[in-house]
């Protein structure tokens, strides 16, 4: 089975995007088109828009009409959309009386009923590169958008989008992974993975945050796993530490505690994914650390840096 995928993100998250896209598929694209063996569900992904579950294909329409032909559907009723439109913006854009005959065309091939306001499954018709696919279509969630009014807030903390993509990127594979957020604020990297389904644990030094991460997280319905205390006094045996480095006007943090920050990071995981404002390169060598790949996300003039380290 392969998988086709479409892409969307907004200016100034192309990188993160990207290292977020190659933390799930060993590669990356420049377009918005992403073809794969790999089975990601989209709404894990703030940028990956829908999911094509590959069925047939052929060079030509006549050819995907033949193939179409063998779906079985059963008693299942289904519509088609077509991709090559202005909203999914998968070149080429083909103009609605073209989209239409196609869908006509594999409709009437298609042996099962047609229903066009509540189908059992949408199928999805592209072209892209000079091949036609069908197959079903699967439509992202915009989850992390029910995440962003909190209780508790906090300006410094990562957005909810940009939070969201930064735990695919520590934890692309989540099952049986352990991890840790030892810096977790009011706790936006902690919602994102926990509504994935992510075991994760979360800690901070200050007594006010931790308390705002724990109303966060009931408030949305997950049982709070929050410590108070620094991260030199987290245990080790977690295989992922996503490090969200503090900084503000009222946190005074110096160059030993920021050192002491990662290096305990190295201690207690396997892999250490930093977010951070300023370059961390000297401090990650010293904790015997490698950037493996990076990304800079970039609102406004303002710069992440996100950092996956081995």
């Not at 209780?151 to 992974?177: C, H, K, W």
Request: glycine share 6%; proline share 4%.
């Amino acid at each position: 089975m392969q998988y086709l995928y479409s892409f969307a993100c907004q200016k100034g998250e192309y990188e993160l995007s990207r290292l977020e896209m190659r933390t799930f598929f060993n590669f990356d694209v420049e377009g918005n088109v992403l073809i794969s063996e790999k089975k990601i569900e989209p709404s894990r992904s703030p940028y990956m828009r829908k999911r094509l579950d590959i069925w047939v294909q052929g060079t030509t329409i006549e050819q995907l009409v033949d193939a179409a032909q063998q779906i079985q559907l059963g008693e299942r009723s289904f519509k088609i959309h077509a991709l090559n439109n202005s909203e999914d913006a998968i070149l080429p854009k083909l103009s609605r009386t073209v989209r239409n005959e196609m869908m006509k065309k594999i409709g009437y091939a298609i042996h099962a009923e047609p229903d066009l306001e509540n189908p059992d499954v949408v199928l999805g018709l592209v072209l892209y590169e000079g091949i036609y696919y069908l197959g079903e279509l699967v439509q992202g969630e915009a989850v992390w958008l029910h995440h962003m009014q909190k209780p508790e807030m906090y300006s410094t903390a990562l957005s909810t989008r940009d939070a969201r993509a930064i735990v695919n990127i520590a934890a692309p594979f989540p099952q049986g992974l352990k991890v840790i957020d030892p810096c977790c604020g009011i706790g936006t990297v902690l919602v994102e993975a926990m509504s994935m389904g992510i075991s994760i644990e979360g800690r901070d030094i200050n007594k006010r945050v931790v308390w705002g991460s724990r109303i966060n997280l009931r408030h949305f319905g997950f049982e709070p796993k929050v410590e108070i205390g620094p991260i030199e006094e987290a245990s080790e045996g977690y295989d992922v530490a996503i490090i969200d480095m503090p900084y503000n006007l009222f946190t005074h943090i110096s160059e030993d505690l920021q050192q002491s920050i990662i290096t305990n990071a190295r201690r207690i995981a396997k892999r250490v994914v930093i977010v951070t404002i300023e370059s961390m390169d000297d401090k990650i060598a010293n904790a015997n650390l490698t950037i493996m790949d990076q990304a800079i996300v970039k609102k406004g003039t303002f710069e992440r840096h996100v950092l996956i380290c081995e």
